[in-house]
Nanobody, 114 residues
Framework: VQLQASGGGLVQPGGSLRLSCAAP????????MGWFRQAPGEQRELVAA???????NYADSVKGRFTISRDNTKNTVYLQMNSLKPEDTGVYYC?????????WGQGTQVTVSS
Protein backbone atom coordinates (compact mmCIF):
# COMPACT_ATOMS: atom_id res chain seq x y z
CA VAL A 1 0.00 0.00 0.00
CA GLN A 2 1.26 3.50 -0.85
CA LEU A 3 0.89 6.31 1.63
CA GLN A 4 -0.87 9.30 0.10
CA ALA A 5 0.21 12.73 1.28
CA SER A 6 -2.13 15.65 0.73
CA GLY A 7 -2.43 19.34 1.47
CA GLY A 8 0.28 20.80 -0.72
CA GLY A 9 -0.11 23.79 -3.00
CA LEU A 10 1.27 27.13 -4.11
CA VAL A 11 1.90 29.61 -1.31
CA GLN A 12 3.71 32.92 -0.99
CA PRO A 13 6.82 33.24 1.15
CA GLY A 14 5.80 33.56 4.78
CA GLY A 15 2.65 31.56 4.24
CA SER A 16 1.49 28.30 5.80
CA LEU A 17 0.32 24.88 4.72
CA ARG A 18 -0.77 21.76 6.57
CA LEU A 19 0.02 18.36 5.12
CA SER A 20 -1.63 15.13 6.15
CA CYS A 21 -1.04 11.43 5.53
CA ALA A 22 -2.83 8.29 6.72
CA ALA A 23 -1.02 4.99 7.32
CA PRO A 24 -2.19 1.41 7.94
CA UNK A 25 -3.11 0.99 11.62
CA UNK A 26 -0.78 -1.94 12.16
CA UNK A 27 2.19 0.17 11.08
CA UNK A 28 1.15 3.50 12.47
CA UNK A 29 0.72 2.34 16.05
CA UNK A 30 4.26 1.05 16.45
CA UNK A 31 6.33 3.14 14.04
CA UNK A 32 8.18 6.38 13.99
CA MET A 33 6.61 8.33 11.16
CA GLY A 34 8.39 10.90 9.08
CA TRP A 35 7.91 13.61 6.50
CA PHE A 36 10.43 13.65 3.67
CA ARG A 37 11.10 16.37 1.13
CA GLN A 38 12.64 16.15 -2.32
CA ALA A 39 13.63 19.45 -3.84
CA PRO A 40 14.23 19.69 -7.60
CA GLY A 41 17.51 18.04 -8.50
CA GLU A 42 18.24 16.96 -4.94
CA GLN A 43 18.07 13.82 -2.83
CA ARG A 44 15.05 13.07 -0.74
CA GLU A 45 15.63 14.14 2.87
CA LEU A 46 13.90 13.55 6.19
CA VAL A 47 12.65 16.89 7.54
CA ALA A 48 10.54 15.82 10.53
CA ALA A 49 9.89 12.67 12.54
CA UNK A 50 7.57 11.65 15.35
CA UNK A 51 7.60 8.55 17.52
CA UNK A 52 4.69 6.58 18.89
CA UNK A 53 5.30 8.43 22.15
CA UNK A 54 5.10 11.70 20.21
CA UNK A 55 8.75 12.63 20.66
CA UNK A 56 9.79 14.73 17.67
CA ASN A 57 12.89 15.56 15.66
CA TYR A 58 13.45 18.13 12.94
CA ALA A 59 16.02 18.96 10.32
CA ASP A 60 17.85 22.17 11.17
CA SER A 61 16.44 23.82 8.06
CA VAL A 62 12.85 23.58 9.32
CA LYS A 63 13.30 23.74 13.09
CA GLY A 64 11.06 26.37 14.65
CA ARG A 65 8.87 26.64 11.55
CA PHE A 66 7.48 23.14 11.01
CA THR A 67 5.54 21.04 13.51
CA ILE A 68 4.88 17.34 13.08
CA SER A 69 2.01 15.73 14.95
CA ARG A 70 0.00 12.53 14.88
CA ASP A 71 -3.58 11.51 15.58
CA ASN A 72 -3.51 7.91 16.73
CA THR A 73 -7.31 7.62 16.47
CA LYS A 74 -7.11 8.40 12.75
CA ASN A 75 -3.72 6.78 12.03
CA THR A 76 -2.74 10.10 10.49
CA VAL A 77 0.40 12.18 10.65
CA TYR A 78 0.42 15.91 9.98
CA LEU A 79 3.01 18.52 9.10
CA GLN A 80 2.16 22.12 9.92
CA MET A 81 4.46 24.36 7.91
CA ASN A 82 4.68 28.02 8.83
CA SER A 83 6.90 30.87 7.65
CA LEU A 84 7.48 29.03 4.41
CA LYS A 85 10.51 29.94 2.32
CA PRO A 86 11.25 29.39 -1.37
CA GLU A 87 13.80 26.74 -0.38
CA ASP A 88 10.96 24.70 1.15
CA THR A 89 9.73 24.02 -2.38
CA GLY A 90 9.61 20.35 -3.27
CA VAL A 91 7.56 17.19 -3.19
CA TYR A 92 6.67 16.07 0.32
CA TYR A 93 6.18 12.42 1.20
CA CYS A 94 5.34 10.53 4.35
CA UNK A 95 6.76 7.16 5.31
CA UNK A 96 8.11 5.35 8.31
CA UNK A 97 11.39 6.92 9.44
CA UNK A 98 13.17 3.82 8.22
CA UNK A 99 11.39 3.97 4.87
CA UNK A 100 9.42 1.07 3.49
CA UNK A 101 9.79 1.00 -0.28
CA UNK A 102 6.17 0.03 -0.87
CA UNK A 103 4.95 3.02 1.14
CA TRP A 104 6.36 5.68 -1.19
CA GLY A 105 3.40 7.41 -2.84
CA GLN A 106 3.34 10.27 -5.32
CA GLY A 107 3.79 12.86 -2.61
CA THR A 108 2.29 16.31 -2.54
CA GLN A 109 3.85 19.30 -4.27
CA VAL A 110 4.66 22.36 -2.21
CA THR A 111 5.69 25.46 -4.11
CA VAL A 112 6.70 28.61 -2.27
CA SER A 113 6.89 31.53 -4.64
CA SER A 114 5.76 35.10 -4.97
Amino acid sequence: VQLQASGGGLVQPGGSLRLSCAAPPSTFSISRMGWFRQAPGEQRELVAAIGSGENTNYADSVKGRFTISRDNTKNTVYLQMNSLKPEDTGVYYCNTVVPRSNYWGQGTQVTVSS
